[in-house]
């Protein structure tokens, strides 16, 4: 199944946008720019500091003259305000990622995640900007056990990465309360595809898997390889930003989750990319990580609902689509 979620009516309605991507030069961002150019948008700005992105990932959209980038960061306020005027669409994806890197350095998450977050809807705010799509994660269900997840029910957070994504929610909703802005947070479900970044000690589960593999080398399963996520194709997460960008929604908490409504677990994820690969390798298990939740399975209907969400592309097309790009680099 490959079948865009995109009417005529999102696609005109970029058409006639100024789109700011914070994050753009990082795996979803790029592949956003990505979709922003191949719709036409009037004007792309990537805002990105290049910490866990590549500016690789969008520089063959330069040629078109629509695509601005301006290599700053969020935890810079002053610096980065004018990159917000004559914006229409802000989609906020810079944060650093990864629940071990929060972990090991809370104090950076909370710099970039929160601080640089509060400072992007500021200068949205103080730039006039139409509307604000930020992304949240399923990170914040922590806790809480009940399966499917629904948006309304949030645990506790077993993370400081859970911690800043929480509080960019509630950061969210004071500043539709008290400012009038149009914001809609996404909740994202382990996102995975094309572009994704390999290098460095927290990589996710998905490319470390299919270079491994496709290297001839043997992959780690953390813990017995029970635990479940609902792992997304990044182009249902592009799209679905796009969909919160034209809806208007008044709802007391506009936050959505963004999955495919389906759960893996690592055995079975594991055993699906060695059945594209074939390099006959047998995992090996380890031990399980702090902080890692046991389950991770979206209820789905409310971004259904409210923003036209049916993910169009499902796992097996995600897979196949994601090998291939890896196997162009090795
Ligand atoms: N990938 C997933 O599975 C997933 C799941 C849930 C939520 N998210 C969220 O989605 C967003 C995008 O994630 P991604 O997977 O593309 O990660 P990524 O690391 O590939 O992209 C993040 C981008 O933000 C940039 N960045 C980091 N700090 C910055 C700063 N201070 N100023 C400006 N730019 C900065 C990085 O250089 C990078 O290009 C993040 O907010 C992340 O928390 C991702």
Excluded at 49 to 62: A, H, K, P, R, V
Excluded at 106 to 115: L, Q, S
Excluded at 131 to 136: D, E, H, L, Q, T
Excluded at 299 to 309: E, N, P, T
């Amino acid at each position: 199944m490959n079948k865009s979620m995109l009417k005529v009516d999102h696609i005109q309605f970029i058409q006639n946008s100024s789109c700011l991507v914070t994050g753009g030069a990082g795996f979803i961002g790029a592949n956003l720019v990505e979709k922003l150019v191949s719709c036409g948008a009037k004007r792309i700005v990537v805002l990105d500091d290049l910490s866990t992105g590549d500016l690789g990932n969008i520089e063959g959209y330069f040629n078109a003259d629509r695509v601005e980038f301006v290599n700053a960061s969020i935890t810079e306020l002053d610096a980065i305000r004018s990159t917000f005027d004559r914006i229409d669409i802000v989609f906020q994806l810079a944060a650093l990622g990864s629940v071990p890197r929060s972990i090991d350095n809370p104090v950076k998450t909370n710099n970039v995640n929160v601080d640089g977050f509060l400072n992007v809807l500021v200068a949205a705010k103080d730039a006039g900007v139409k509307k604000v799509v930020y992304s949240s994660s399923s990170s914040i269900y922590g806790d809480d056990n009940t399966i499917p997840k629904v948006e309304e029910k949030i645990g506790n957070p077993l993370s400081p990465y859970a911690v800043s994504k929480r509080s960019n929610e509630l950061y969210a909703k004071v500043f539709r309360d008290v400012y009038g802005m149009d914001i809609i947070g996404l909740r994202y479900f382990n996102v995975f595809g094309p572009k994704q970044n390999i290098n460095g000690p927290y990589a996710a589960v998905i490319p470390i898997f299919i270079t491994n593999l496709l290297k001839g080398e043997t992959c780690n399963i953390n813990g017995d390889g029970t635990i479940s996520r609902d792992f997304t194709f990044v182009q249902n997460v592009v799209e679905a930003n796009i969909l919160a960008a034209w809806a208007k929604i008044e709802l007391e908490n506009p936050v959505f989750n963004v999955a495919m409504g389906d759960q893996i677990s690592l055995n079975e994820l594991y055993n699906k990319i060695e059945d594209n690969i074939g390099s006959g390798l047998k995992p090996i298990h380890k031990e399980k990580r702090i902080g890692d939740i046991l389950s991770s399975l979206a209820d789905i209907s409310k971004a259904k609902k409210y923003l036209g969400y049916e993910p169009g592309y499902d796992f097996q097309e995600g897979i196949k689509q994601t090998i291939e790009w890896y196997r162009k680099l090795y």
